[in-house]
């Protein structure tokens, strides 16, 4: 079964930078749009950024369009998330999720989703 395992997840100053890495397991992982999306509390689940199976094309949420770099080691089965200049507001839940459709667009339909990876950025 496809697996999702999140890590790099912390507390980080305001100003400061966060690397996050996707663990998927399977030899279908380079087929997948992956995406990473984060949930704060009391707030929906929001679409940050996704990749598709190449990772040559790349989209990003209006909240951390240059901030945020999402790219992928299809060798390592590995997605990642690079955020910089993290905000207060950053602070989520973030979700690694695969697409299986290895389109990786915000509209794609995610059905493999990682167990989170807590995210908190003080002011």
């Known amino acids: 079964q496809v697996q999702l395992v999140e890590s790099g997840g912390g507390l980080v100053q305001a100003g400061g930078s966060l690397r996050l890495s996707c663990v998927v397991s399977g030899r279908a992982f380079s087929y997948y749009g992956m995406g990473w999306f984060r949930q704060a509390p009391g707030k929906e689940r929001e679409f940050a950024a996704t990749?598709?199976?190449?990772?040559?094309?790349?989209y990003y949420g209006d909240a951390v369009k240059g901030r945020f770099t999402i790219s992928r080691d299809n060798a390592k089965n590995t997605v990642y998330l690079q955020m910089n200049s993290l905000k207060p507001e950053d602070t989520a839940v973030y979700y690694c999720a695969g697409s299986g459709d290895g389109r990786g667009s915000p509209y794609s339909t995610y059905v493999y989703w990682g167990q989170g990876t807590q995210v908190s950025v003080s002011s």
């Open positions: 990749i598709n199976w190449s990772g040559f094309s790349t």
